[in-house]
């Protein structure tokens, strides 16, 4: 089944920095890898998503990359600013017993420092 | 408004005292699931269900029951908790698997969470 790596586990930016989170999967037939936002005391909500036939996507501020070729993905958030403090998961679409399933990393804690 | 609604959002209980923790949606979706989120374990599949009874295992189902009578609702039931299942609970939907070519039907949208604590 798939598995999926997230690096790294926190991290701590000056506001106006750029953020990048890098995310590994291992099923080579996944082909969808949404990110999601957790804020404090909420459940996670999509943020962006990417398919394994675009290399780039941007939206704003933020913008994935996907390789498939080294089966990783990234997250870049430019221009960071205190309410991007969250936690970010990032998941891809693998599958198990035959259906499809999501599978997340395990997150990152990013610190955005006024 | 489109949305996943869990309750209750925070229990407190004692080992071995049957609970439920209900889930609900709003968006005619096929899929749904349910996650426990551990710190430094991220997020977890407990069980998931492609549809009206229809439901499997995921990545931790032990101590866990999960019934799907109707579309909407898919509860979890804990009966007989342990302190091993203190954790943070999120109920998910989607319209998976989902419809060729649409990327929208991918998504998968999370309740607010519910806090069990079992002493």
């Known amino acids: 089944g798939e598995n999926v790596e997230q690096h790294p586990s926190t991290l701590s930016v000056q506001e106006g920095d750029s953020a990048v989170i890098k995310c590994t999967y291992s099923?080579?037939?996944?082909?969808?890898f949404p990110w999601y936002k957790q804020e404090l005391g909420k459940g996670p909500q999509l943020i962006i998503d990417?398919?394994?036939?675009?290399g780039e996507k941007k939206d704003q501020r933020i913008a994935v990359t996907l390789n498939k070729t080294a089966k990783h993905f990234s997250l870049h958030i430019t221009e960071t600013q205190p309410e991007d403090s969250a936690v970010y998961f990032c998941?891809?679409?693998?599958?198990?017993?035959?259906?499809?399933?999501?599978?997340f990393g395990k997150g990152t804690k990013l610190t955005v420092n006024p | 408004e489109a949305q996943v609604t869990q309750n209750p959002r925070y229990l407190i209980t004692v080992t071995g005292k049957k609970l439920t923790v209900t889930c609900s949606q709003n968006?005619?979706?096929?899929?749904m699931s349910w996650y426990r989120q551990d710190p430094g374990l991220g997020l977890r599949q407990i069980y998931y269900?492609?549809?009206?009874?229809?439901?499997d295992k995921g990545d931790v189902p032990e101590g866990y029951k999960v019934s799907r009578k109707e579309k909407r609702n898919f509860p979890l039931i804990l009966e007989s908790p342990s302190p091993n299942q203190t954790s943070l609970y999120f109920c998910?939907?989607?319209?998976?698997?989902?419809?060729?070519?649409?990327?929208?039907?991918?998504?998968?949208?999370f309740g607010p969470g519910t806090r069990l604590t079992v002493l």
């Open positions: 998910a939907s989607s319209s998976f698997p989902p419809l060729r070519g649409d990327i929208s039907t991918d998504t998968q949208y």
């Open positions: 099923d080579s037939a996944s082909n969808y």
């Open positions: 990417i398919r394994s036939n675009v």
């Open positions: 998941a891809a679409k693998g599958t198990q017993g035959g259906s499809e399933k999501l599978v």
């Open positions: 968006m005619n979706h096929e899929y």
């Open positions: 269900s492609m549809n009206v009874e229809v439901t």
